[in-house]
């Protein structure tokens, strides 16, 4: 007998069958349904609901359905709707009756949410270890190359030089805040819903501690109305995907553009590259553009979350099967993702050649800073010192002259207060370890942030 019996006459029409079903997508909750199935058998049975028996049979057809999913014999039917009822009707062929206790005050309400926590716990912990993996390639990559000076951009026009171990950490920092987060979010991802019933929460007294400890949770939801309505946890998870891929995305077109002909800075790993179907001479970062381009998606992704939560009234609304296909894009592609970033920074080389003619191409532009932070230490109001070095900027432009071939007579006209010392300032090493604070790219201060750093991945 079908759910649909007992209040509807006629079957579903077949126009309906097609969009009412969700196991299509949804089928990949499997192991989570089957887990909260079994800690949900055992809470009947100390509640006294079900005899030993009949949780042993019950116990023992959830594991067998779990080796026939996991074999590919698993019958899933699109009339049975979704994964929980597949589950049900499964167990019910195994195990005859006995099944049909199973759901004794538990409605699917409450079960959807239920496996989505679960799912994002388990994701949570694995990009949690993909984040950690792509830390101590960063940081490998960032002592190998502290002593590595490059130019910076701003407007992706040269700025000042910097130690690149300095720009390897900015994007740990990006992701280590990320990373924060979703330590920081499993406070309130972690919260059991089971319990709630349909809506107004259970009505045969079912331990909901036992529930929470047996399924790794670390509090109950308080309100069984909110428990099944929110899909907040889905949101705020999303958001930082989408927060982490900003950053990779971003990573990505760094590397796209320094490994250019143009730039040359970096060479990628050939197992990592492609190269065209016409033009031989190619080796294209596709690698890195999918990561850039699955960005978009994870987006999208999370406006649709959004979108589909905005107007539904409380409490739960079928709207919400459509919650779960961009729920699991994003969490299997921030993994993907993650994984093939933290690979391209451990295969990724760095020209040092190509490097320093980017210094060398500046013809000492990188230094105007370095020189208006000069004439502001011989007492000359910040202000005219950037007007004084602008227009020294300009002669050497004009007259095609590095910083270091302008003669000391020539540097005088533009300001009395240049002296012989003020060729000291032309080097790279020096210019860096001038950004003496905390934070800057003296490559003292960057040193000590990398040991730092490692301490930090050692917890
Ligand atoms: N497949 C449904 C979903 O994903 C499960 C909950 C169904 N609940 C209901 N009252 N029809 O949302």
Request: charged share 30%; hydrophobic share 40%; proline share 2%.
């Amino acid at each position: 007998m079908a759910l649909r019996d007992g209040r509807l006459k006629k079957g579903l029409h077949g126009a309906f069958l097609r969009v009412n079903q969700s196991i299509d997508v949804d089928r990949k909750l499997y192991r989570e349904d089957l887990r909260g199935s079994a800690a949900y058998a055992r809470a009947l049975r100390k509640r006294g609901i079900l005899t030993a028996d009949e949780l042993r049979l019950i116990s023992e057809g959830l594991t067998s359905i779990e080796a026939e999913i996991e074999k590919g014999t698993f019958e899933f039917r699109e009339e049975d709707e979704d994964i929980h009822m597949n589950i049900e009707r499964r167990l019910q062929e195994l195990i005859g009756d006995a099944a049909h206790k199973l759901h004794t005050g538990r409605s699917r309400n409450e079960q959807v949410v239920l496996d989505e926590r679960l799912y994002i716990m388990d994701s949570v912990e694995t990009l949690k270890e993909r984040l950690d993996t792509l830390f101590r390639a960063l940081v490998e990559k960032a002592k190998l190359h502290l002593t590595t000076i490059v130019p910076s951009y701003t407007h992706m026009r040269q700025a000042q030089a910097v130690s690149l171990a300095h720009l390897f950490l900015a994007y740990y920092h990006a992701l280590k805040r990320d990373r924060d987060r979703l330590v920081d979010f499993e406070k309130r991802l972690k919260v059991l819903p089971l319990g709630s019933g349909a809506v107004a929460g259970s009505s045969i007294g079912i331990d909901r501690d036992f529930l929470k400890k047996t399924l790794g949770f670390k509090s109950l939801s308080r309100n069984s109305i909110d428990a099944i309505s929110t899909r907040d946890f889905m949101i705020e998870f999303q958001y930082i995907c989408v927060s982490l891929f900003l950053t990779l995305s971003r990573m990505a077109e760094d590397i796209i553009i320094f490994s250019s002909e143009e730039f040359g800075f970096y060479t990628l790993p050939d197992e990592l590259s492609t190269t065209s179907s016409l033009m031989p001479q190619k080796k294209n970062p596709d690698s890195l553009e999918l990561i850039r381009g699955k960005t978009s998606r994870i987006i999208g992704n999370l406006l649709a979350i959004i979108t589909l939560v905005k107007g539904t009234p409380y409490t739960y609304n079928r709207d919400f099967q459509e919650d779960k296909e961009g729920l699991f894009d994003t969490a299997e592609s921030c993994s993907d993702a993650l994984d093939l970033m933290s690979e391209v920074m451990r295969g990724m080389g760095v020209n040092e050649k190509s490097v320093n003619r980017a210094l060398e191409s500046s013809k000492g532009a990188l230094f105007a800073t370095d020189v208006a932070d000069y004439l502001v230490e011989k007492g000359l109001p910040f202000r005219e010192a950037h007007a004084v070095v602008g227009s020294i900027v300009r002669h050497a432009d004009e007259n095609n002259l590095k910083f270091g071939d302008i003669s000391l007579d020539s540097y005088k006209t533009f300001s009395p207060l240049f002296n012989e010392d003020v060729y000291d300032l032309f080097d790279y090493i020096r210019s860096v370890n001038s950004h003496d604070v905390i934070g800057g790219t003296a490559l003292k201060r960057v040193a000590e942030e990398i040991k730092r750093i490692e301490e930090e991945l050692k917890k």
